[in-house]
């Protein structure tokens, strides 16, 4: 992996998540069972969060503190319950801000990305949590990974919305 092609991922996935969403309604945005009970705008404010998330680890290691903000490494349960409290936070926002905030967590996504050396993002050991992976593993998964899992789940939820009676 170098930082060029990890870039041309995040930006590939994020395209082809952005034409997937184009095909949402936004009466559609609310509606349950993309993933379980989430709706789209639920899962769309979770892809903020981890973006987030990882901002601030890409930008605690460019200051050379310690983040302790990624939490990799816990249990399936406790991340199910940390995804339970991002959607319950994020529950009450307008469709509105909720996709303001999903392009500007993209964006400051990139920036982080672009601002990080490759030699930090080829890395190992340098967040507690991810053991023997590079660093640009902790990125993908919050990125172009994460855009296309989701991704794939909005297609079979709509795939199920076009075949319901």
Not at 9 to 16: A, D, K, M, P, Y
Not at 47 to 57: F, G, K, P, T
Not at 125 to 131: A, I, M, Q, S, T
Request: aromatic letters at 6%.
């Amino acid at each position: 992996m170098t930082k060029s092609r990890l870039l041309q991922s995040i930006q590939s996935e994020r395209e082809v998540l952005a034409a997937t969403l184009a095909q949402v309604r936004e009466d559609q945005m609310d509606e349950p069972g993309v993933c379980g009970a989430w709706s789209v705008k639920d899962v769309l404010a979770h892809i903020v969060a981890w973006e987030e998330l990882m901002v601030r680890c890409l930008r605690g290691i460019q200051d050379l503190t310690v983040p302790g903000l990624v939490p990799y490494g816990i249990s399936d349960d406790a991340l199910d319950e940390l995804n339970g409290q991002i959607r319950e936070e994020n529950r009450g926002k307008p469709l509105d801000q909720v996709l303001k905030e999903f392009e500007r967590s993209y964006e400051e996504s990139v920036t982080a990305v672009e601002e990080t050396s490759e030699e930090e993002l080829l890395a190992i050991g340098r967040v507690e949590g991810l053991g023997n992976e590079p660093l640009w593993h902790m990125v993908a998964a919050n990125t172009c990974w994460h855009y296309r899992d989701h991704r794939e789940l909005l297609e079979a939820w709509q795939e199920g919305l076009e075949g319901a009676p």
